[in-house]
């Protein structure tokens, strides 16, 4: 491994520590506590219901970049419409707990799933196929004399050794199957949880603690979502799933173990009645 994945395999333990802390703390100690990071902080957040505006597009509510990154993290383009459709009910299913998550339905699925979405998700694949073919022809750096080139050298060094193509296959086998589900949904719940850890100590999405995170969670998805493709498809011979992927389901742990006892009255608000019916319908 390289030096680089191991600065975050030990960050990833790090942030499990500070989340381990943060479960025994109180909510008030934690808020204050962040105020010594951040003093802007420990001011409650105006909840915006975006299903009432039902404007075109609000610059206020730009689209985050994670079906971009989930690209990058999945590889497979079928995967990751699994995933945006998972994200869109999901959304539809907690915005009684979210308001931030109520939208116009056609913005939940024409600007949302049909073109910001699947754009992020078309853009990334695109840079998968251009990341893979450029990282197999790259040379060393001293012999490469275009800034381009010597770019992707440097590139080269913060990745892992080769940039493989995923090819997923679930329905090859049952313990497949299940495993490429629990990727998902673990991949489903660390950004969910993002908004409830934003409600319950009321930080901004765009201070550098949550930009911070989710620059982290990239890094740690990458390595861990590898570990375990390599895992399901018996591409390294290996037993166990990698470290980075247990350490990064703890901490997707954590964090719910935290939304659980800091906000208990949100996240037992109980399902809206069509709701129920939709994800009854799904199960059966």
Not at 253 to 268: H, N, Q, Y
């Amino acid at each position: 491994m390289d030096p680089f994945w191991r600065l975050i395999l030990c960050l990833s333990v790090l942030y499990e520590i500070v989340l381990i802390y943060i479960l025994f703390q109180t909510i008030d100690g934690v808020r204050q506590l962040l105020t010594d990071i951040d003093s802007s902080l420990n001011r409650p957040l105006p909840e915006k219901d975006y299903g009432y505006g039902c404007e075109i597009y609000d610059w206020n509510h730009p689209q985050d970049p994670f079906h971009f990154v989930k690209a990058l993290i999945l590889r497979d383009h079928w995967l990751c419409v699994v995933t945006l459709i998972g994200f869109e009910i999901s959304e539809y299913s907690l915005e009684h707990q979210l308001p931030n998550f109520g939208e116009c339905w056609w913005h939940h699925w024409i600007l949302d799933a049909l073109l910001c979405n699947a754009c992020g998700i078309y853009m990334g694949i695109k840079t998968c196929q251009y990341l893979r073919i450029e990282l197999h022809n790259r040379r060393g750096m001293w012999k490469t004399r275009t800034v381009r080139g010597k770019f992707m050298c440097v590139l080269n060094h913060v990745t892992l050794q080769d940039w493989m193509e995923f090819d997923w296959h679930p329905p090859a086998a049952f313990g497949c199957w299940l495993g490429t589900i629990y990727l998902v949904i673990l991949l489903l719940l660390g950004h969910i949880v993002t908004f409830y850890l934003k409600l319950i100590f009321w930080i901004p999405l765009d201070r550098f603690l949550f930009v911070g995170r989710f620059i982290f969670t990239l890094f740690a998805s990458i390595v861990a979502i590898r570990e375990g493709y390599e895992y399901l498809s018996d591409i390294s011979h290996s037993k166990n799933f990698g470290n980075q992927l247990w350490l990064l389901t703890v901490i997707t742990i954590t964090e719910r173990l935290i939304v659980l006892k800091f906000d208990w009255a949100t996240i037992t608000k109980p399902l809206l009645f069509h709701i129920s019916i939709l994800w009854l319908t799904i199960i059966y």
